[in-house]
């Protein structure tokens, strides 16, 4: 049996939707150093033809393993032209279903990590322009930003990702 699904394999092969958007409208990111995992989502927000707030593009750049990427580029796929509030309620089960065989529980946080930079970059959408934001999306961006902040503290997480 091969380590990895063909689905881990054709989204680390042939990743979509990689790159950085030139003034994104939100811009997420999240990442664990003990594993060397860093994700960077930036989205481009437009209108549907109801008026609705959808990912009108979305790219991103990752450092890390073959599932890292490959659960950022599947993602991404999963979420361009979706509402806003859609793409929220995307769980790592969604990714890690779509991904095909099981994972090693140790490739596991992967999914989490994708889904908190998505999380990261609504956020930043909402703060920017001054949107009502949530009251489960701030408590996740809260318990992103602990998390993050502790990796800031420990591992000196802004000059290893060029955030400083």
Not at 63 to 75: D, F, H, K, R
Not at 99 to 123: M, N, R, T, W
Not at 128 to 157: A, C, F, M, P, V
Request: aromatic residues 8%.
């Amino acid at each position: 049996m091969p380590i990895y699904s063909k689905e881990i394999i054709k989204h680390f092969k042939n990743p979509q939707n990689v790159g950085k958007i030139k003034k994104p409208s939100g811009r997420g990111q999240a990442g664990n150093f003990l594993c060397g995992d860093i994700m960077t989502l930036y989205l481009k927000i437009g209108e549907d033809k109801k008026r609705e707030k959808i990912i009108k593009d979305i790219k991103f750049e990752t450092l890390g393993c073959v599932v890292a990427i490959a659960n950022t580029s599947l993602l991404t796929t999963m979420v361009k032209g979706k509402k806003l509030e859609d793409a929220l309620k995307i769980k790592k089960e969604d990714l890690l279903k779509s991904l095909g065989q099981p994972l090693p529980p140790f490739k596991i946080h992967c999914s989490v990590l994708v889904v908190d930079a998505l999380k990261e970059a609504i956020y930043d959408y909402y703060f920017k322009n001054k949107l009502e934001i949530s009251e489960d999306l701030e408590k996740e961006h809260q318990r992103i930003t602990k998390t993050k902040e502790g990796l800031e503290k420990k591992y000196n997480w802004q000059r290893l990702t060029g955030n400083v």
